[in-house]
């Protein structure tokens, strides 16, 4: 496999240093890409880099995660307008471990093949080195000029920004062009990725490669993801959409693949998922003949979802999903979480009841028009039971003389009620 013609295919190239491609094909050839440390999970943002390094490993090549132990001390002034917060060592250390999980769901970092990818930590080799040795050995190679040239640089200094840009992140640049440095010495790594907003960055490193080192080394960077209108990728009212399912379930990652508008599901297929070139094409061609069968949005939520959290994972958030619209058993409804729960529920009517009238069980009639008032009137809740048009927990209530007691109870508090298909309700027992 050509890795850059695959990563062209997909439109995940911006900028590429001459002689990049020749490099690859000439041997197998290793790459790191930095992942910034700061929480203890990834999020979909960084999944454009790890897709990078996939398919890199893929091809044949060797691929380094470099997390930024040392880097996520001083923060990047890369498309910020402000600094970061500081890190401690035993967070930062917690935070890899957690980080490198998940990683090996993408990458192979246990077997013997000469490509297994590696994981490393910039500070390990830089908490000793002093400042004295750095501006003496690494400093006097790269002038004021080439580093206030970078974009970065510029932006901050000459932006609205009251904040400016301090010392510590001006030097950025410099300490994550002598981890190139670093790598390249240490691990004959002769490529860094990234996104656009690192082209600075890396090409620093190449320029003190060739200053300090002599030798030559390369760069190649992915678009900035962006969504069809305008809005910020991976962010959604809630926030970052995480690969941890502690932050984001299952059920919410699955959603936010398959609620995408189909111009960024056309995108994204390419972009999040190993599928072929010809897989793709078939499933665009599908997609256009019948766009409301959202065959795009399916099948990325169903190849990412699977990727991230494991198949079955991804059918448990199907069948989560399938329960708005009515097809859903009582059996799924029993093995949501409290947190799938609410997230599947998120936005219908919610009710509080007392939970000593569960304790000693509650006719029907009097939970949901009396104690819940998810029916104006009894009057009205017996005339809908008469019908089979009430549901608790997706069961049909066959009486008005049914009794409600604790054993309803959805993760010990909540219950489930339904008004003809698709007219929900909670009911909170507290």
Request: hydrophobic share 35%; glycine share 8%.
């Amino acid at each position: 496999m050509n890795f850059v013609e695959e990563l062209k295919w997909r439109g995940m190239i911006h900028d590429i240093m001459p002689g990049t491609e020749e490099q690859l094909q000439k041997e197998m050839t290793s790459a790191y890409v930095g992942i910034d440390p700061t929480a203890d999970s990834l999020h979909i943002g960084h999944l454009v880099s790890v897709m990078m390094l996939k398919h890199f490993q893929v091809a044949g090549h060797r691929p380094i995660v470099l997390v930024g132990g040392a880097t996520g001390m001083i923060g990047d002034p890369s498309m910020k307008s402000a600094e970061r917060n500081l890190l401690d060592e035993k967070t930062l250390r917690h935070n890899q471990e957690c980080i490198k999980n998940q990683l090996s769901k993408f990458l192979d970092f246990k077997s013997s093949e000469p490509n297994k990818a590696e994981m490393v930590n910039n500070y390990d080799w830089m908490k000793d080195f002093t400042f004295l040795d750095f501006i003496r050995d690494i400093g006097k190679h790269i002038t004021v000029n080439y580093m206030m040239s970078k974009d970065s640089v510029k932006k901050r200094i000459t932006g609205d920004t009251r904040e400016g840009l301090s010392f510590t992140e001006f030097t950025y640049q410099l300490v994550q062009g002598y981890d190139y440095l670093h790598l390249y010495r240490d691990k004959s790594c002769k490529l860094q990725m990234g996104g656009s907003d690192q082209w600075g960055n890396i090409t620093t490193g190449t320029e003190l490669i060739r200053r300090v080192a002599g030798g030559e080394a390369y760069a190649l960077t992915c678009p900035l993801i962006t969504k069809a209108d305008g809005g910020k990728f991976g962010k959604t009212e809630s926030g970052n959409v995480w690969l941890d399912p502690e932050r984001t379930s299952p059920y919410q990652f699955y959603q936010f693949w398959l609620n995408t508008s189909d111009t960024d599901a056309e995108k994204y297929i390419k972009i999040f998922t190993l599928l072929t070139r010809d897989e793709v094409e078939a499933l665009i061609q599908e997609h256009q003949q019948a766009p409301h069968a959202r065959a795009l949005q399916k099948r990325l939520a169903q190849e990412v979802t699977t990727m991230v959290h494991g198949a079955e994972a991804y059918e448990f958030a199907v069948e989560a999903s399938q329960i708005l619209f009515g097809k859903g058993a009582t059996e799924t409804l029993k093995k949501m979480d409290e947190k799938t729960l609410l997230s599947v529920f998120d936005g219908v009517p919610v009710f509080e009841v007392n939970r000593s009238l569960l304790e000693s069980g509650i006719n029907v009639l009097d939970l949901i028009a009396d104690a819940a008032a998810v029916f104006p009137s009894k009057g009205e809740a017996r005339r809908t039971v008469k019908g089979g048009g009430v549901s608790i927990n997706k069961v049909k209530v066959e009486s008005q003389d049914d009794v409600v007691d604790t054993s309803a109870l959805l993760n010990n508090k909540y219950i489930l009620v339904q008004k003809g298909k698709k007219s929900y309700s909670l009911i909170i027992a507290q």
